[in-house]
Every structure is written in C-alpha cells, then in structure tokens.
C-alpha cells in the first residue's frame, strides 16, 4: 500500500523533477495501455512546439495486485492458459486466449535534434511522427471496423511524412486477447495492404506479458534497440497459426535484419490509440 500511495497523482513526475532538476511542467497522465506512448507523444508535441530542448518521457506501471488480477479477469481479458506459465501468452495464434498481467517501466531522454548534435551526444534513433485517435465504440472493445485503429496508424504515417511502403518493422500491440489481435490485424492489412503479409511483425508481450501503462514506452525501446542492433524480437509460443491473421510474425525465433523504420502500436481500453514512427538515422 505504501509503494501505491508514493506512485499516485503526481509523485513520480515531482520526485523526477526534483531528482533531474528537470524545470519544465511536470505531467502526469493516463490513456490506458497507450500511456507510455502518449507519454512520448507529448514529449515530442513540447519539443516541437518551441517549449523545451528535452523532455523526460517515462511510462511505468505496478499494477500486478490481487485486485488488477480479478478486475481483468471479470472482463475476460486475462489468458486462462496458466498450466504453462511461459507459453500463456500467444500474440496472433489461433489459441490466444488473453495477455499476462506484468511489471516494468521504460524511459526515454526527447531531445531536438539541433540540441543534441550540438551538445555531441549519441543518438539512439529519431521520433519521426505520432498519431492518435479516440474509439468511442466501447470501454475495452475496438470499434469493429477498426476505422480508428486505421486513422491512428494513418496519422503518425502522415506525422512523419512517410509512405506505407517505407515502414520497414511493425512492433505490435499484440497483447494476446482474441479482440485486440484480430483488430490489429484488420487496421494494418487495411493501411499497408498485401505488403503486410511480408513485412515482419511481432509482439514483445509474447515475453515479457502485458506491462498496461508501461507497455507504449517499454515497446519504444525495444523498437529502437531493433534498429541499433540489427535484431528482430520474436513472438514466441506462436505455434498453432490462426488463417484468419495472415502476418510474419517472426515467429518463436529472432531475426538478425538491418530495419531502419518502425511503426510502434498501442491500442488502449477506453478507446485511447496511440502509434509512433521511429527511425535509426535523420533524414
């Protein structure tokens, strides 16, 4: 109950502040399981907008209680396949059954790139473009046509002033419920068409489970470590395909592959959609 009560409302931004004598506005938020993607986005928007150099974009999450545990499983969103703790979670597989309720936290320093090249530091990769979209269909449900889905994914391409052909990768939401796959599946086929088929795709939850609020930031990170090191993650225990979601999910094993390009979804109840274009060099 402790480590609750210091993690609520405002504590963790306002003991960053104090830590990192950060002086700029403190924020904050939450739009569900998009939190640490938005969380970035804003970050991003701020720099853009002349307001500061960097920005601390941080998404972190402890919800791993007894409560969390039976609110998920009352809306049928918790994998049921517990009899092999390590294989519960099955991105795209036709056995989905729900994610594995996790832990954990990523960070990222936000910085223009002017401020950077000046200062030398190393850069890790460039934010190319956000997009957000609200789903006003239902609280975890997508909207069936997966229209706002397509208009996040649409939005953080046009962010970034890019063409669907010149996204290289595609770390997925892919948090292992029959819902959010399916959905997924439909917003990306719709947006890049057949090329989808063949354009690699995998879930980080497949490992490490579903981090809620953490997850758009963690899932960040491992996008840009894509880029620097040249490996695909897998989707591990994707071992009975589901014909209805037709992708290369690199499937169970890792990929060595020169990516220059990701597109990083997160798809929150409530209808919150966040995506993000990274890349690993300017323009």
Known sequence: MELFEESQFGTIADRLAERYGTSGLPITMSTACA????????GTEAIRRGECNRA???????????????????LSALTTQNDAPEKASRPFSKDRSGFVLAEGAGALVLESLESALARGAEILGIMRGC???ADDFHRTRSKPDGSPAIGAVRAALADAGMAE??????NAHGTSTPENDKMEHLSLSTVFGERMKTTPISSNKSMIGHTLSAAGAIEAVFSLMTMREGVIPPTINYDTPDPAIELDVVPNVKREAQVSTVLSNSFGFGGQNTCLVMAREPV
């Not at 939190?35 to 804003?42: D, K, P, Y």
């Not at 052909?165 to 595609?170: F, S």
């Open 131 to 133: 997009g957000e979209k």
């Open 56 to 74: 601390l974009a941080i998404g972190a999450d402890g919800s791993a209680t007894a409560e969390a545990l039976i609110r998920f499983s009352l």
């Open 35 to 42: 939190s640490g993607a938005t969380a970035i986005q804003l």
């Open 165 to 170: 052909d010149e996204i290289e990768y595609v």
